[in-house]
């Protein structure tokens, strides 16, 4: 690894790519009246000033059904979280657009604008009926994180590993018409065997948007290397997260995080910018350059990496790639291309 980067040509590279990032949290502080995303905030980690320096071009924005709306409240908080994207998307028409096909991807960023997905993380959503998923697609969704967590009427979550239960017989109906509507089928908080049926359900790529190496970080939320090869076959894509926990193991004997800032404390210091291209290394080596991209889950995660604080920060990614050895035009498919590639083969 070089450590004699060029910044300027790491800058003008990640200026010139197509990046995207596959999940925030982000419409969940808005929705509390905290901020807007017009105006740079001191809180959370992503708005449009700092999507700007940060040099994004299509930003997936998370509908996330918390517990406290779950088991029957789902749609309507997702009803809430959209009118939010859509308000916002109103107010800002100069600075954002909205994607709903993968030509929009490079049209916000000829236009120098943001291009938002829609995503829903959690199937609570749609109770249990495929008619709300058709109404939400036509709202503008276009990825559906099937589950969170613990069970729903569609999978179990991560949470559920006791059970080891996959999806529902409902659950292949979702993922078969996400399939013919056009919508990214996302496997992030899905248990292992959930993963395992929707691979053998779903005849287009999926995705999981924000989830890293089990291999490298010992976590239930990250994929083991089967599980990377066996999306990498399936053509899929799977974007970098950058909370700390999932990117180092930080068990410490003796410690429980009992809040947000206890768990930045205990974070504090020991995962960086090198800490997300470990995971990228490792998946490079299982299954090379077409099925890596970015899911920061900024705004999801109370602590960040040194050196990624905020959105604002991601040019340092580019820059530690490079300064890696990593060629330009597989950074490229790292920051975005890989995304929009399976964007156009499901979505169109």
């Not at 003008?12 to 017009?38: K, N, P, Q």
């Not at 496997?187 to 490298?216: C, M, Q, Y």
Request: overall charge negative; proline content about 3%.
């Amino acid at each position: 690894m070089s450590a004699n980067v060029d910044t300027a040509k790491a800058r003008e590279l990640h200026r010139r790519a197509l990046v995207v990032d596959g999940h925030v949290d982000t419409l969940l502080s808005i929705a509390s009246g905290e901020r807007t995303l017009a105006e740079r905030s001191t809180k959370g980690h992503v708005d449009l000033p700092r999507l700007a320096e940060g040099g994004v071009d299509v930003q997936f924005f998370a509908c996330y059904i918390e517990p406290q709306h779950k088991p029957d409240r789902g749609l309507r908080r997702a009803m809430q979280l959209i009118d939010v994207f859509h308000r916002e998307l109103a107010a800002n028409q100069d600075r954002m657009v909205p994607v709903l096909k993968a030509a929009d991807f490079e049209a916000a960023k000829g236009a120098g604008k943001v291009g938002a997905v829609l995503a829903i993380e959690g199937g609570e959503a749609l109770g249990d009926d495929l008619a709300a998923l058709r109404n939400l697609h036509r709202l503008g969704l276009r990825s559906l994180g099937l589950v969170w967590n613990q069970r729903n009427l569609i999978a179990d979550g991560v949470g559920e590993v006791r059970t080891h239960g996959g999806l529902t017989n409902f659950g292949v109906e979702v993922v078969k018409e996400c399939n013919r509507l056009g919508i990214l089928v996302d496997v992030s908080h899905l248990s292992d065997e959930g993963f395992w049926d929707v691979l053998g359900v779903s005849t287009k790529p999926i995705v999981a948007t924000h989830s890293n190496s089990r291999a490298v970080c010992e976590h239930r939320r990250n994929l083991t290397d089967d599980q990377v090869r066996a999306l990498a076959k399936n053509g899929g894509v799977m974007g970098m997260n950058f909370a700390p926990s999932f990117l180092v193991n930080l068990d410490t004997p003796g410690f429980e995080a009992k809040s947000e800032q206890d768990y930045r404390r205990m974070v504090k210091g020991k995962t960086s910018v090198d800490s997300v291209v470990r995971h990228i290394d490792h998946l490079m080596e299982l299954v090379g350059p077409d099925h890596v991209g970015l899911g920061s889950d900024f705004d999801g995660s109370g602590a960040t990496p040194d050196g990624l604080e905020d959105v604002s920060r991601l040019p340092a990614l580019s820059e530690a790639l490079l300064a890696r050895g990593y060629d330009e035009e597989v950074i490229e498919k790292i920051l975005g291309r890989n995304f929009l590639r399976v964007f156009r083969e499901v979505v169109g």
